[in-house]
């Protein structure tokens, strides 16, 4: 790869928000709260291809800040990446993978190797000591095949044939772990990575709302949106507003408020000012 065309890593850390974050945490008495997907990902390999999965949920803390969130991060045409962690952080980092993977093909004209974008955000990662809050699944498949690699945020990587990963990856594992199959079909590795993901979900606060599915081949990829719906807000049967006169009153009480008003006047121009006694 030409040198000119990926970003070099530079020893030390990058300062560059501190003197903003301190000034913003002098605002308020209460933290910040970052963003983050919670999240449960999960994917597999089957006979040829790639399916990766994930929920739509993010929160702040112990609120939902969104149940659409797409979570599997487009690299290029035959590479996804699924991120868990800080939202702004996996979404940036993949959007810097992805471009550097476009210059590639662009200075080359072939098509880009998951073993390239895995050593792009390896190394970014690794820069950062794990500062930067993204654990990702990245997949995808090119002229040696289908690749599956888990990617932890100090900048640690394995292959594996299948993988979980976020708040919910204990309750993914178990289901991978006792279904999976080398010799499994697409559909019965969609099914086995929206059961994975779904079984996340029902045991993971931070995890929730939807099933997003991405299926990678040699012929081509697949995104399927809302593959799945987990949680279905439910529906009113009636109003459970009482009518005005429901509840009988039996007594009442006026209390006098004595307050006092004070008005303020407000010079706008140097000609309203009162001259000034020396």
Request: net charge positive; charged share 25%; aromatic share 6%.
């Amino acid at each position: 790869m030409d040198s000119q065309l990926v970003d070099l890593p530079k020893g030390g850390f990058v300062y560059d928000n501190c003197r903003r974050n301190a000034n913003l945490s002098k605002l308020s008495d209460l933290p910040f709260k970052m963003t983050k997907t919670g999240t449960t990902l999960a994917a597999v390999t089957f006979d040829g291809g790639i399916v990766l999965g994930a929920d739509t949920r993010t929160t702040e803390g112990s609120i939902i800040a969104s149940g659409c969130c797409e979570k599997i991060h487009y690299i290029a045409d035959n590479i996804y990446c699924c991120g868990a962690g800080t939202a702004a952080d996996t979404h940036q980092v993949t959007r810097m993978v992805s471009s550097q993977i476009e210059l590639h093909r662009l200075n080359t004209g072939r098509k880009p190797r998951v073993i390239t974008a895995l050593r792009l955000l390896k190394q970014h990662l690794f820069k950062y000591q794990g500062h930067i809050g993204a654990a990702c699944i990245l997949g995808g498949v090119d002229n040696f095949g289908p690749h599956l690699y888990g990617v932890y945020p100090h900048g640690s990587s394995d292959k594996v044939p299948y993988t979980t990963m976020g708040s919910g990856s204990l309750a993914s594992m178990a289901v991978l772990e006792t279904k999976y199959r080398p010799d499994l079909s697409r559909e019965d590795a969609m099914e086995l990575v929206r059961q994975a993901i779904l079984a996340g979900v029902f045991n993971d606060l931070y995890s929730g709302t939807g099933v997003d599915l991405c299926v990678i081949t040699s012929k081509g990829t697949e995104f399927l949106r809302r593959y799945d719906v987990a949680n279905v807000k439910g529906v009113r049967a009636r109003s459970y507003l009482p009518k005005p006169g429901t509840t009988k009153c039996t007594k009442s009480e006026v209390k006098r408020i004595e307050y006092e008003v004070v008005s303020t006047r407000v010079i706008r121009d140097m000609e309203e000012r009162e001259p000034m006694v020396m």
